[in-house]
């Protein structure tokens, strides 16, 4: 007979594995079991930042972050030609961990940039890319 109990607790479950024998012939039957728990520690999510644009001056752009913490604090961090800034509530996560924002890129936006989020003490992939006027008069 074998046997697994799962008692859930936060950031932690403990496992506890059980065996027994019997027959046989056995007549000291108080060493036919025995037990062993196992403490498995849960980490959050790992939060996934992507971004979809063309990153040209005046062109639209989505933002996603999705596998984040649920109804989460999201914290966007960045460099713009390598001068660090934060965005301490960019937004909350949804039920399911995920957040989207869209904007557009402004006049004068040209730049490097990395983009970064933070949710509940995860951080997100780094997303490099550049913004360019991208003139388009030929």
């Not at 697994?4 to 046989?24: D, F, H, Q, R």
């Not at 980490?43 to 992507?50: E, H, M, R």
């Not at 062109?59 to 109804?71: C, G, K, R, T």
């Amino acid at each position: 007979i074998q046997g697994i109990t799962v008692v859930p607790s936060a950031g932690s479950t403990i496992i506890v594995n059980t065996a027994a024998v019997s027959g046989g012939g056995e007549v000291n039957i108080s060493n036919n079991s025995a037990s062993d728990a196992t403490t498995i520690i849960t980490q959050p999510p790992t939060p996934v930042l992507s971004i979809a644009s063309t990153y040209c001056v005046g062109a639209a752009w989505n933002a996603a972050v999705s596998n984040a913490l649920p109804d989460a604090t999201v914290r966007l961090i960045g460099t713009t030609n390598g001068q660090s800034w934060v965005v301490a509530d960019w937004g909350t996560s949804d039920a399911n961990g995920n957040l989207s924002q869209a904007g557009a890129f402004a006049a004068g936006a040209q730049a490097n940039y990395t983009l970064t989020v933070e949710v509940g003490g995860m951080m997100s992939n780094t997303i490099p890319f550049v913004v360019a006027s991208c003139d388009r008069s030929y």
